[in-house]
């Protein structure tokens, strides 16, 4: 089965505290973090779009994979804020890679997974001989509408992934599942300018359910342990969501929290589970293995089981990892903040 | 007057997000016949209690509903009067076995609030209220009741913040012994006052919650009801009237109209306040539960904080009050209301309330009110056996 080559990541500098946010919408901020499980979000710049964290964060894990760019056959690129409703973010990014004109491309959408799907294709791809190498992104500049729950979560980031032939990659793909349904939790009409979403009933018959099943499902099909795994990433809505998901298959603190990047940097939406695989594989170890569950509205999740190669340290000092972006922040105010997201020009 | 309760049924109450409008009202009235061993060919008539289905589920004609539920082409008829919907439905029923022309009637009350967002559920609800004075200008039900809440603390300022919040504690309290219950979790006055304000002085905790649920019960006349071996009966029966506005009111500080629906059930059952041993009252709000309290005459008008801060109201106390978990705990889910009221006073008369069981449980009172206080129903339970 196909692995992975190369892998990169990005995150803007910008940050803003739930407390100035807590501030604005008259709430009680302490309140907020404990309830949502984390403390500030990324911000994009103001020039700053999901293009733009996709170049970024694929020149990142192009830099680790070390191989001819010109032998990508595909580009795929999962987002809910693609900057154009006609025109794709995967050409452009293509473009600005310099990976030549020989390539398949599209955009996809899955709510928070869309990214992850992207992975299944060009695994799927690469298996079938269709293509030598693959490019999937996840990457958002999630919207919030102001004064709505979702402004102290929606964030900024994402992450790349160069998908190969496992001979060559620094974490084979050993398996992967996806569990979907018809479940209306989290959407945004075409022309709206934000996303709406049913309250609680994003919990459990949503994020619960699908992440659960599709992670029981790949357990079965693997038939491995909870405890077999080094690191495990659920998606992150919060902080709260993946601890509780983890603490129902036994998962210990140690296992989630190199992955679990959502307590520093908010809800990174197609990027986030994402970005907890490259935070994972920033620090693993070879031959470590690492379950990542992720999970878009509407409602799906696709499950991956991964182990780490020989190869995973000889590149983890090739880009700049998840922890060197997050690290390297500014705080915006709130007037700054409604200015970075176009709020006000 | 002597009208049986022959079953009971309930649904759970909460965000019930995997059961629809006909799929919750089908639960109570199958658990409800289940209960009292019938079948649906003997239901004579069926009253359905229910304010808001139109707007929010685009669903009325509930009538008709409830008997294609149970495949019947008996007279059936949806009740509307705001929050005291089913309350009134169970006053319909009693008329017409009375009346003598109906011997079994169902009476259901169902609400299915959550599919829609908070603001269409305020909106919907401010149908209660008068829509060309209140509602046009902006004014909410939370809203509504802080005004009748301030002008109350104004005038007895012995009801202080803390003892307004035991209403919402004790209620909690009640609501986790209470199986079918929205909130099962115990609070402090410190949870109360520390929530976040809704319309001062009501914070989150004074009031009720957006609920869906379905309840359902049986009654009978006297003859059937014996044959039945029923020892649960309404035997009095008050409905009153006020005005639509609240600015219209003579008072803020009390609901009239509970007060004359009680005194006219009181009479009908020969019973007066002291001998009633536990009542299900309309606690919308924390400030609703009291004047409730003083209407029904189980405290002088001012003086309703005294059981509260004696904590005389829990079940094992002098006048326990909303034992089921109250709208606040149990939930509100509107049409439901006053089912859910005669289900828990049925229970408690016939010793099935288990961990907040009143203790020798005889008389028991509903008190069921519709909008800022337009329409009160007041029902009396007995044990006759």
């Known amino acids: 089965m196909a692995g992975i080559i190369g892998f990169g990541a990005y995150v803007p500098k910008y940050r803003i505290k739930a407390e100035t946010i807590a501030e604005v919408q008259n709430a009680n901020a302490n309140a907020i973090k404990s309830g949502l499980g984390l403390t500030e979000k990324s911000v994009p710049g103001k020039d700053e779009d999901t293009v733009t964290i996709s170049t970024m964060a694929a020149r990142n894990a192009l830099a680790r994979s070390k191989i001819n760019k010109k032998e990508i056959g595909a580009v795929y690129i999962g987002s809910e804020s693609h900057p154009y409703a006609v025109k794709p973010s995967s050409g452009i990014v293509a473009e600005s890679l310099d990976i030549g004109n020989n390539y398949m491309a599209v955009d996809t959408e899955f709510a928070c997974k869309a990214g992850s799907a992207t992975i299944q294709i060009n695994a799927g791809l690469v298996d079938s001989k269709m293509i030598k190498y693959g490019l999937s992104i996840g990457a958002d500049t999630s919207q919030a509408e102001p004064g709505n729950a979702l402004e102290y979560s929606a964030a900024a980031g994402g992450a790349a992934f160069v998908i190969g032939n496992n001979s060559e990659s620094v974490a084979t793909i050993d398996y992967t599942v996806s569990f979907t349904s018809d479940t209306p939790d989290f959407w945004r009409r075409a022309m709206q300018p934000y996303p709406s979403h049913a309250g609680r009933f994003t919990g459990d018959p949503a994020y619960f359910k699908h992440v659960t099943s599709a992670t029981k499902l790949i357990l079965e099909k693997s038939n491995m342990k909870i405890d077999e795994f080094d690191h495990v990433i659920f998606h992150m809505p919060n902080g709260k969501f993946p601890e509780r998901v983890g603490k129902k298959f036994g998962v210990t603190k140690e296992q989630l929290e190199v992955g679990l990047v959502v307590k520093r940097i908010g809800n990174t939406y197609s990027g986030s589970s994402l970005l907890g695989l490259a935070a994972v594989l920033d620090k693993a170890k070879s031959n470590q293995k690492i379950l990542v569950t992720s999970y878009g509205s509407g409602s799906g999740s696709d499950s991956f089981i991964l182990t780490t190669t020989k190869k995973i340290e000889e590149v983890q000092n090739l880009a700049k990892t998840v922890d060197d972006y997050i690290e390297r922040k500014e705080y915006v105010s709130y007037a700054k903040y409604l200015k970075h997201m176009e709020e006000i020009h | ?385």
């Not at chain 2, 309290?293 to 005389?312: D, H």
């Open chain 2, 1 to 385: 007057m002597k009208v049986g309760v022959l079953g009971i049924g309930i649904t759970q109450f909460g965000e019930i997000w995997n059961k629809g409008l006909r799929e919750l009202l089908l639960e109570s009235q199958l658990a409800a016949l289940n209960d009292a061993k019938l079948s649906p060919n003997q239901i004579d008539a069926i009253y359905t209690g229910n304010m808001a289905s139109g707007s929010l589920s685009g669903q009325l004609h509930l009538g008709a509903m409830a008997a294609e539920n149970l495949n019947l082409d008996k007279p059936s008829i949806r009740v509307e009067g705001a929050c005291a919907s089913g309350g009134l439905a169970i006053r319909q029923a009693v008329h017409a076995i009375e009346s003598g022309q109906v011997d079994i009637a169902m009476v259901n009350g169902i609400e299915k609030m959550t599919d829609v967002d908070t603001g269409q559920v305020t909106t919907a609800l401010m149908g209660a209220g008068d829509e060309e004075i209140e509602g046009f200008n902006g004014l909410t039900f939370p809203g509504l009741y802080a005004l009748m809440a301030n002008s109350y603390m104004n005038k007895f300022p012995n009801l202080t913040r803390d003892i307004l919040a035991e209403v919402a504690v004790k209620n909690h309290f009640h609501g986790v012994r209470n199986s079918y219950c929205q909130f099962k979790k115990e609070i402090t006055i410190d949870t109360v006052k520390n929530a976040t304000m809704v319309a001062n002085p009501l914070t989150l905790f004074d009031c009720s919650p957006i609920t869906d649920g379905s309840a359902t019960i049986i009654l009978a006349n006297e003859k059937v009801s014996k044959e039945m071996k029923t020892d649960v009966f309404i035997t009095g029966s008050g409905l009153a009237n006020d005005t639509l506005s609240l600015s219209r009111r003579k008072s803020l500080t009390e609901i009239p109209a509970g007060k004359k629906a009680a005194e006219i059930a009181y009479k009908q059952a020969g019973v007066t306040a002291d001998k009633i041993n536990f009542a299900e009252v309309h606690d919308c709000f924390t400030i609703a539960e009291i004047m409730a309290t003083e209407a029904l005459g189980f405290a002088k008008f001012g003086e309703a904080y005294k059981l509260y801060s004696n904590k005389e109201t829990y079940f094992d106390g002098k006048i326990p009050i909303n034992t089921s978990g109250g709208l606040k705990a149990c939930g509100h889910p509107v049409g439901a209301t006053g089912l859910k009221q005669a289900i828990e006073a049925t229970m408690q008369l016939r010793g099935e309330a288990k961990d907040r069981q009143v203790k020798n449980a005889e008389v028991g009172v509903t008190h069921n009110v519709g909008g800022s206080g337009a329409t009160a129903v007041v029902h009396v339970f007995r044990k006759v056996r």
